[in-house]
């Protein structure tokens, strides 16, 4: 069984992280063994990484489904649970129970769209965490997660590339 | 990334030409070209939430003292003597309560109209006073529910508009206009402040990060987390987006909603088919104009935010402005000339009151400082990039906005189709009340802003890392990328 030994390298800049990425590939680390961690969104195709899933849009989908049916439940079935029916009134009438549809609609979209942020990223999550402050100052992290035989190997290799450092880390609260 | 340098594509800029701008010019008018390190921009936004002032003080303990005067002690007056003791009787049933609810919820819309639709258009000036914006959607639709609640008179009993059935299976009726003012309400309350709070995790974590003590326990808690991985980022992109696609038709569904309280009433000057666009327009016509106060007072008074927050931003405001004051001037124009030239007989005893009644001075007080004073100062760069006079103008359309609300709710149910119930809406207790809300709005803002970062650093970073400047011939300009 190999011993898994995790690595935090420090870039200051997004050129140096990117072809660090490149190169750690090259040397057989495999990208699920890498993540990056950055304190402004960089995209998937500026560090030449694979696009990261997302459950997000899905949830929301299934969030306004939801609300629909909850808004078709207060608009077509609450007043049938009573019935008083007014004369010349329809008993349901169409443009306002669109006005209800729409409402509960995008409430339930938008709660899911939240949720679906908690429920992907696993928030809130206080568990100790591999991380460095630095990230808040603008620079780029590369987690990487490898056997502890390569660990001198990628070290070196990292440095080389323009890591600022490069440290064996361990998860501690943030 | 630390260093965050713009890479000019040309450097040697000022060497061409007696017309060309330089770099250093470029640089003093528009943040996205003058970036600092990100730590030192952490640094100054965290030292602006540290940094109180004795004055600070004294306003926050004068308004916390009008808060409890105002609202607590007048509420529970209210509360314990009756709405008897507010001026609403016959025929002006809704007074200051509902003005003030329909005033707030137009504040409300000036956060989404900057976040949701300047982020959907990629306006590039939105990116350091999103969070100020939004701030203003939550606090003022808080005021909005506490002016209803106040209307409502017996407001221990507001949980009968909650949808669930009483003994009798009998459902609130969803197909009011009242219940849909519940949803539209609730509906944007929650999806603004999620929308406030997500793109505001980044900024919580780096203010974990750059703390000690119990703000540091606060941010973690606030925080949820958050490290800035590629996933994290990726789920928030995503959720931002939909966001602000979802949220504008939400917010223009409220103030929609709102106006259909009246206009689906057949009363003189009320039933109007044109009065969903029209309130949407005064309220962003007032939201924008707090807006802009706001910014003026958080740039003046507040540590390190010249830097933030330049005489670009009131420029790029301050046009938004006049066209909303341009688009307002011709909904009234238009909702006023169908109603006058239909000629009924009781809307225009209610035209002729409006402009010539006890209170004319507000309608004409109304129009020129909603439409006349914008329209002679924003045209003009130098003025509407100039802070005080756009705290002024904001302040004045937020007055005429209260007016415009004013005569619409209680001084047009003085007049209707019965003139023996003719009479002018006295406010009481509602006046207490309401400058409660006020002094309240006000107190909630000034505490956020030592509590939660007013700048979202990490957009303000991610919009310099956007921006370049390109030679075209011998003309700079400003380019962007699209980094997304």
């Known amino acids: 069984m190999t011993v898994e030994k995790s690595l935090l390298a420090v870039f200051a800049d997004l050129d140096p992280a990117a072809d660090a990425i490149e190169h750690l590939r090259t040397m057989g680390v495999h990208d699920d063994c890498m993540n990056v961690i950055s304190g402004v969104p960089v995209t998937e195709a500026m560090l030449g990484r694979p696009?990261?899933?997302?459950?997000?849009?899905?949830?929301?989908?299934?969030g306004a489904i939801l609300g629909f049916f909850a808004g078709a439940f207060l608009a077509f079935v609450s007043p049938s649970m009573y019935e008083i029916q007014v004369g010349s009134q329809a008993f349901v009438a169409g443009p306002p129970s669109v006005v209800v549809l729409f409402e509960l609609t995008m409430l339930g979209m938008l709660l899911s769209t939240f949720l679906g942020v908690f429920l992907d990223s696993y928030f809130p999550s206080y568990r100790p965490m591999k991380y460095v402050t630095e990230v808040s100052d603008g620079k780029i992290a590369i987690l990487v997660e490898c056997p502890h035989a390569d660990e001198k190997k990628l070290t070196e290799a990292l440095k080389k590339l323009g890591a600022e450092s490069v440290q064996p880390t361990e998860a501690q609260h943030l | 990334m630390t260093d965050n340098k713009r890479h000019f594509e040309n450097p040697d800029v000022s060497h061409a030409g007696p017309h060309h701008k330089s770099e250093e010019h470029f640089r003093e008018q528009h943040l996205m070209l003058d970036p600092l390190p990100r730590g030192q921009m952490n640094e100054m936004v965290m030292d602006s939430m540290h940094t109180t002032s004795w004055k600070f003080w004294v306003v926050f303990v004068t308004l916390s003292a009008i808060v409890a005067w105002g609202l607590f002690y007048s509420?529970?007056?209210?509360?314990?003597?009756?709405?008897?003791?507010?001026?609403?009787?016959?025929?002006?049933?809704?007074?200051?309560?509902?003005?003030?609810?329909?005033?707030?919820?137009?504040?409300?819309?000036?956060?989404?109209?900057?976040?949701?639709?300047?982020?959907?258009?990629?306006?590039?000036?939105?990116?350091?006073?999103?969070?100020?914006?939004?701030?203003?959607?939550?606090?003022?639709?808080?005021?909005?529910?506490?002016?209803?609640?106040?209307?409502?008179?017996?407001?221990?009993?507001?949980?009968?508009?909650?949808?669930?059935?009483?003994?009798?299976?009998?459902?609130?009726?969803?197909?009011?206009?009242?219940?849909?003012?519940?949803?539209?309400?609730t509906t944007y309350l929650l999806s603004s402040t999620m929308y406030l709070f997500l793109p505001l995790i980044p900024d919580l974590a780096m203010a974990r990060d750059k703390s000690t003590g119990w703000r540091k326990t606060l941010y973690k808690i606030l925080a949820l987390g958050f490290r800035g991985t590629e996933g994290e980022w990726t789920h928030l992109r995503?959720?931002?987006?939909?966001?602000?696609?979802?949220?504008?038709?939400?917010?223009?569904?409220?103030?929609?909603?709102?106006?259909?309280?009246?206009?689906?009433?057949?009363?003189?000057?009320?039933?109007?088919?044109?009065?969903?666009?029209?309130?949407?327009?005064?309220?962003?016509?007032?939201?924008?104009?707090?807006?802009?106060?706001?910014?003026?007072?958080?740039?003046?008074?507040?540590?390190?935010?010249?830097?933030?927050?330049?005489?670009?931003?009131?420029?790029?405001?301050?046009?938004?402005?006049?066209?909303?004051?341009?688009?307002?001037?011709?909904?009234?124009?238009?909702?006023?000339?169908?109603?006058?030239?239909?000629?009924?007989?009781?809307?225009?005893?209610?035209?002729?009151?409006?402009?010539?009644?006890?209170?004319?001075?507000?309608?004409?007080?109304?129009?020129?400082?909603?439409?006349?004073?914008?329209?002679?100062v924003l045209w003009n760069k130098k003025w509407r990039s100039t802070p005080w006079i756009v705290f002024i103008v904001g302040l004045l359309i937020n007055v005429g906005m209260w007016f415009e609300r004013y005569i619409i709710i209680p001084i047009s149910l003085s007049i209707n189709r019965m003139p023996f119930t003719w009479r002018l809406y006295q406010p009481g207790i509602e006046i207490p009340l309401g400058i409660g809300t006020l002094a309240f709005f006000i107190l909630l803002y000034m505490a956020a802003s030592r509590l939660i970062p007013l700048i979202p650093v990490w957009e303000v970073q991610e919009g310099q890392m956007a921006h370049s400047l390109k030679k075209f011939g011998r003309e700079t300009v400003v380019t962007v990328s699209e980094l997304e």
């Open chain 1, 51 to 62: 696009n990261q899933r997302t459950n997000v849009p899905r949830l929301a989908l299934g």
């Open chain 2, 75 to 185: 509420w529970g007056k209210m509360i314990l003597e009756g709405l008897g003791i507010a001026g609403v009787n016959r025929p002006s049933y809704w007074g200051i309560f509902l003005v003030n609810t329909v005033f707030w919820i137009g504040i409300s819309h000036a956060g989404t109209f900057i976040s949701a639709i300047l982020r959907v258009f990629k306006a590039e000036f939105r990116r350091p006073f999103t969070r100020a914006a939004e701030l203003m959607t939550t606090f003022g639709l808080v005021q909005a529910g506490f002016s209803i609640f106040m209307h409502m008179g017996r407001v221990w009993l507001a949980y009968w508009l909650m949808p669930y059935p009483n003994e009798r299976q009998l459902w609130p009726n969803f197909h009011s206009p009242l219940s849909w003012d519940l949803l539209a309400i």
């Open chain 2, 238 to 376: 995503n959720a931002m987006n939909i966001f602000a696609f979802a949220i504008i038709p939400v917010m223009f569904s409220v103030h929609t909603i709102v106006s259909w309280d009246f206009a689906a009433a057949t009363r003189p000057g009320w039933s109007s088919t044109i009065f969903g666009p029209y309130f949407v327009v005064g309220a962003l016509h007032s939201g924008m104009g707090a807006v802009i106060m706001v910014l003026a007072v958080v740039r003046g008074t507040m540590k390190n935010m010249k830097y933030f927050i330049r005489p670009e931003h009131f420029e790029a405001i301050g046009k938004l402005m006049l066209i909303i004051s341009m688009t307002w001037a011709y909904f009234f124009f238009n909702d006023y000339m169908v109603q006058w030239y239909g000629g009924d007989k009781w809307t225009k005893q209610l035209l002729h009151y409006h402009e010539a009644g006890p209170l004319g001075w507000m309608w004409f007080a109304m129009l020129v400082v909603n439409v006349a004073i914008p329209w002679a």
